[in-house]
């Protein structure tokens, strides 16, 4: 048989027939992109590990953002390069720099408890469904309103209401809730109204209050308030902090930009939805350096190129948006904001935010300028009489998100494969890029595909598999998002040819063993486009 074995394999029992955040997360685990932290002893909450796939989607995703950023950033608005330099800054920095920053005063989120479940919310996270009039007894209490997370389903919801035996005429039918509800946010209910999410009688949240989202740890031998220092918060700190040092020992001129990759901590008081919202996660982010005059200008290319690269990822379409903030929403210091906004399986029809490019004119130099007392005016090159602080235009992306909407946009379904989907990763994420699969372990089929694979490895990230069914690792290997399989089978030896396997068509064709590296450059290309 000189075609590989392509017997068409019937889907599992359990295949998917949506893009189910369940299985998502099965599949990471079984795969091993991504695992719960210290699994072996039942996890722990806001934490994760990537294994070998995950690290290896991960690190493509921060490599072709570092390429994008500082190793071949595109062309400015006046035809020339941009600059932008790297920085690896501490994790702990003296804890002057987050006073200065805002974020020990700042950074916080209205917190609530429930007295009954011992769970606890972010307030703004939770909404209420509100009877209009008056109020029903709920478990032998006089209950107003019902609290729900933001992303609740009408399913959920319906499913709640009738186990507190809320009346069928409140809830209304099918899955919709009648005019007797009207949706508001906690504060315009008094708490011993509402019944908590989860809780089975009114009257269990306790009233909000500010919960600072910086780790605390102590440096040095003694736990003492003078020794109190804390994990980042995120990696911009890190930036304008060596704002100064990197203007007087690099040959940059405004504009410039400078750009880190990094982990960062929040002690988020509901970390959930799988990696999206973590306590611990890497962050890729790029201060860009301006002229006050200029920054308007810098902010539209800003806006455009992280459009271009989301698409040149695989994360592009209907799916994203780039999303103005209201006035309201702005934080004071921010003349305007956009988020780029994924639509996730847990928030469709909504999207949630995978980067915020935020214009924060001169605060950050302001702040630091005046905590440090160091100067950070730019002197003009050309004109010192010239001093002033650059504005800043911040495209602020998170890796850790960045990696779960990759997983959710390549997670396709298609019943005509053994696991009922695959991974339609972009060439440039893939974690693998090609599998050499001989079809048989005997007749010296290994040794041919241990050749392909020593040759292959040198540029691309490959794998050898040798035992089990072909139909079976063709399976995995369309799990993992491998773009294209090689299969060497006994007419390999003779007519120097093997079958190759597109992962989205399932096609196969047979080139020449010789071409396969010529073949991957072309189609890896082509696929790219
Ligand atoms: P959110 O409103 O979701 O809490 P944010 O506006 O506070 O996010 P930024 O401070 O702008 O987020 O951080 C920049 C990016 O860092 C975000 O767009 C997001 O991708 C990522 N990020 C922030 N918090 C988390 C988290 N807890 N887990 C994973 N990624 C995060």
Same mark, same amino acid.
């Given at each position: ?55 290896? *989607? ?70 209420? *469904? ?66 908590? &999410? ?23 031998? +003694? ?24 203007? =007087? ?5 405004? &504009?410039?930009? +400078? ?25 890729? /982010? ?39 903030? =209201? ?29 915020? $490019? ?35 235009? /911040? &495209? ?16 396709? $379904? =298609? ?15 893939? &974690?693998?890029?090609?599998?050499? *699969? ?26 050898? =598999? ?64």
């Amino acid at each position: 048989m000189s075609q590989a074995d392509s017997a068409t394999p019937t889907p599992a029992p359990t295949a998917p027939t949506t893009k189910d955040m369940k299985d998502i997360v099965a599949l990471c685990k079984r795969r091993g992109f991504i695992f719960q932290a210290s699994d072996i002893y039942d996890g722990i909450n806001g934490f994760w590990d990537f294994g070998p796939l995950g690290t290896e *989607l991960k690190n493509n995703i921060r490599d072709l953002w570092w390429k994008a950023m500082v190793k071949c950033p595109p062309i400015g608005p006046d035809g020339n390069p941009v600059r932008i330099v790297g920085l690896d800054s501490a994790i702990i920095q003296n804890p002057k720099v987050w006073v200065a920053s805002g974020h020990v005063s700042g950074f916080s989120d209205p917190m609530t408890d429930c007295r009954e479940t011992k769970k606890r919310y972010r307030a703004d996270h939770i909404y209420l *469904l509100m009877l209009r009039e008056g109020t029903i007894d709920i478990n032998g209490k006089p209950a107003r309103a019902f609290a729900f997370l933001q992303d609740a389903t009408n399913d959920e919801v319906e499913k709640r209401l009738k186990k507190l035996n809320v009346p069928n005429k409140i809830i209304g039918d099918n899955n919709d809730i009648s005019d007797v509800l009207v949706r508001t946010s906690l504060q315009n209910v008094p708490l011993n109204e509402i019944v908590a &999410p989860d809780a089975k009688a009114p009257g269990s949240l306790t009233e909000p209050r500010a919960f600072n989202l910086l780790f605390e740890t102590h440096a040095g031998a +003694i736990q003492s308030e003078e020794n109190k220092t804390y994990l980042r918060g995120e990696t911009a700190q890190g930036i304008f902090i060596n704002y100064k040092n990197i203007v =007087d020992s690099s040959r940059v001129r405004i &504009p410039f930009g +400078i750009a880190q990759v990094g982990k960062a901590f929040r002690n988020e008081v509901n970390p959930r939805n799988f990696i999206f919202r973590s306590r611990e996660f890497e962050q890729m /982010e790029m201060e860009w350096f301006c002229h006050p005059d200029d920054a308007d200008m810098w902010f539209d290319f800003w806006m455009e190129e992280r459009k271009k690269w989301w698409l040149s990822i695989g994360v592009g379409g209907d799916d994203i948006i780039f999303r103005k903030h =209201d006035v309201d929403e702005l934080v004071f210091y921010s003349k305007k904001t956009f988020d780029v906004e994924y639509r996730f399986p847990f928030t469709a029809p909504d999207f949630g935010e995978l980067e915020g $490019i935020a214009y924060r004119a001169d605060y950050d130099l302001t702040q630091h300028q005046k905590h440090s007392g160091t100067k950070m005016e730019y002197m003009d090159p050309d004109d010192n009489t010239k001093r002033y602080l650059p504005h800043v235009i /911040e &495209p602020a992306a998170g890796l850790t998100r960045g990696v779960l909407a990759v997983l959710c946009e390549a997670y396709t $379904i =298609d019943p005509n494969r053994p696991s009922g989907m695959y991974m339609n990763f972009h060439p440039n994420v893939a &974690p693998i890029k090609a599998a050499i *699969l001989p079809l048989m372990a005997k007749d010296g089929q290994p040794e041919i595909a241990q050749k392909l694979y020593m040759e292959l490895r040198e540029d691309y990230m490959v794998e050898l =598999d040798i035992k089990q069914n072909i139909g079976k690792r063709y399976a995995r290997q369309d799990e993992i998002g491998t773009p294209f399989c090689f299969t060497i089978d006994n007419d390999t030896a003779s007519d120097n040819s093997v079958t190759v396997r597109h992962r989205n068509s399932m096609k196969q064709e047979r080139i020449a063993l010789d071409n396969v590296k010529n073949f991957m450059r072309e189609n890896m290309a082509k696929m790219a486009r």
